[in-house]
C-alpha cells in the first residue's frame, strides 16, 4: 500500500482528523475502490469508443443519428417504434 496526498477543504480535514483508525481503514478501502472502479470505467469506455469507430460510429455519425427524426431512423435501421 501507498500514501498519497490529496488536498481537501477545511471542513472535510477536520472530520477526517477526528476520524477513528476502524473508520479510517474503512475510508481508505473505500477510496481504493472507488479510484480502480473509476479507472476501470474509463478503459471500458475507451474500448467502446474504439469499436464504435471501427464500425464506422463516429462522433460524427453519432450525432446525426441523435438529429434524426423517428421516421428517417425506422428507415435507416429498419424499426417500427
Known amino acids: 500500500m501507498r500514501t498519497i496526498s490529496l488536498k481537501i477543504n477545511d471542513e472535510a480535514a477536520k472530520v477526517f482528523m477526528s476520524l477513528r483508525k ?3 481503514e474503512n475510508l481508505t478501502g473505500k477510496v481504493s475502490d ?3 472502479a473509476k479507472s476501470q470505467f474509463a478503459k471500458t469506455l ?6 464504435t469507430e471501427k464500425n464506422g460510429l463516429t462522433p460524427d455519425v453519432l450525432a446525426d443519428i441523435l438529429e ?11 424499426t417500427t417504434e
Request: aromatic share 8%.
Open 22 to 24: 476502524d473508520e479510517l
Open 68 to 78: 434524426m427524426d423517428k421516421e428517417e431512423k425506422s428507415n435507416l435501421f429498419g
Open 46 to 51: 475507451d474500448a467502446l469508443q474504439e469499436e
Open 34 to 36: 472507488w479510484i480502480k
